[in-house]
């Protein structure tokens, strides 16, 4: 029973490898497909005629390569009738290119010359930015022969040019501005440049980017390049300036933005901008005030007493002195009643005890004394 059980885990285990093997064999390529569209060559040497054609089988060449999204001939050509460039009979300088790019939605323009000098066809070929109006890739080749034979050397130009743009597809642009310029640029802690700053060929995926200015404030921030995309960032750097606090009398708390930072006498580098200021100290009125920080700055902040502590004060400053003049006055009358009190007392103590020292002295009689009445 246990060997069964080992054996049907081996199957499930198998199965869900092979499940798993194929999903993602059959998962599509998940990179985006860059629209591009090809315009009429410019010609020379040749009849028009032909330098359509091969603009033509270069158009078809590209599609088959399944690299790109080409945009259609009949819509590239309408394009092409509103902006009256058919008077010209092509449109090879970037500036046109850009221009029928913008409106065929397209992010790459394929132009290209085609002449014969001699024996010699020459044909050049070049790729160009619709956005920044760059060329790119520029493919120049020279054929002696048949001009029916330049039809296969469309189709070798297309494969080269999808080979040789297939890295472009996993990557992107960075394009980087600050005011001031000459910021430091630096990608996943490495410099890259100074601004402004155009990095071509950028790897997809999530970076940190930073940007750093000796007196200024460090920018930093994440990032994704997007393939075929170009990222912009446009920066005002934040200037630092040096603040410092002094206070009369000293000791007072300091908020800014609400947020307590330290007590005075206190000093920050900190960034420019608008501050809310408020100094607090006991017994004295609070002191508030929007600060504008432009440049180095130093505040000196009388602080006032608060007045109705300092009425109480007052009051209870007078209430103890009238109590120090009322106190002597006070004793100086008890000591007198005290004393009334205590001569009063000892007069009558001394005359009880004169009282008794004369009922208790012996009376001296002479002769006898008289016989009571009625007897003989």
């Given at each position: 029973m246990k060997g069964f059980?080992?054996?049907?885990?081996?199957?499930?285990?198998?199965?869900?490898?092979?499940?798993?093997?194929?999903?993602?064999?059959?998962?599509?390529?998940?990179?985006?497909?860059?629209?591009?569209?090809?315009?009429?060559?410019?010609?020379?040497?040749?009849?028009?005629y032909e330098a359509?054609?091969?603009?033509?089988?270069?158009?078809?060449?590209?599609?088959?390569t399944k690299q790109f999204q080409v945009v259609e001939i009949e819509k590239v050509n309408s394009v092409m009738n509103e902006l009256a460039f058919q008077l010209s009979g092509a449109c090879t300088d970037a500036a046109c290119a850009a221009k029928a790019g913008q409106q065929l939605g397209a992010k790459w323009m394929v132009t290209g010359a085609v002449g014969k000098v001699g024996q010699t066809y020459t044909i050049d070929v070049r790729v160009i930015d619709v956005e920044t109006r760059q060329t790119i890739l520029t493919i120049p080749r020279d054929f002696r022969g048949e001009i029916d034979a330049l039809l296969n050397l469309m189709i070798d130009i297309a494969n080269e040019l999808a080979e040789k743009t297939a890295?472009?597809?996993?990557?992107?642009?960075?394009?980087?501005?600050?005011?001031?310029?000459?910021?430091?640029?630096y990608l996943n802690h490495k410099l890259a440049g100074q601004t402004p700053l155009l990095l071509q060929m950028v790897p997809i995926g999530e970076y940190r980017l930073e940007i750093r200015k000796a007196g200024y404030l460090n920018y930093e921030r994440a990032i994704t390049i997007q393939p075929?995309?170009?990222?912009?960032?446009?920066?005002?750097?934040?200037?630092?300036?040096?603040?410092?606090?002094?206070?009369?009398?000293?000791?007072?708390?300091?908020?800014?933005?609400?947020?307590?930072?330290g007590t005075t006498p206190w000093s920050k580098t900190m960034p420019e901008g608008t501050y809310k200021l408020k100094l607090k100290k006991n017994d004295y009125l609070t002191h508030a005030q929007k600060l504008s920080l432009a440049a180095d700055r130093t505040l000196r902040i009388e602080l006032h007493k608060d007045p109705l502590l300092v009425k109480r004060m007052n009051d209870l400053r007078?209430?103890?002195?009238?109590?120090?003049?009322?106190?002597?006055?006070?004793?100086?009358?008890?000591?007198?009643?005290?004393?009334?009190?205590?001569?009063?007392?000892?007069?009558?103590?001394?005359?009880?005890?004169?009282?008794k020292e004369r009922a208790e002295e012996p009376v001296e009689v002479i002769g006898l004394p008289p016989e009571p009445p009625g007897k003989p």
């Open positions: 059980n080992k054996i049907i885990t081996i199957f499930t285990f198998i199965y869900l490898l092979t499940v798993t093997i194929q999903s993602l064999i059959a998962q599509p390529n998940t990179l985006p497909k860059l629209t591009l569209g090809v315009l009429p060559f410019s010609h020379a040497g040749v009849e028009r359509v054609s091969l603009s033509n089988r270069l158009h078809s060449g590209l599609v088959g890295d472009r597809l996993k990557t992107g642009q960075l394009e980087v501005k600050s005011t001031p310029a000459g910021a430091e640029v075929l995309a170009t990222r912009r960032i446009d920066e005002l750097l934040q200037r630092l300036c040096r603040l410092i606090i002094i206070s009369n009398p000293q000791g007072a708390q300091i908020f800014l933005d609400d947020e307590r930072v007078n209430h103890r002195k009238n109590d120090r003049n009322l106190k002597p006055a006070r004793s100086h009358k008890w000591a007198w009643i005290l004393g009334g009190t205590a001569l009063v007392g000892g007069g009558i103590a001394a005359w009880l005890l004169l009282e």
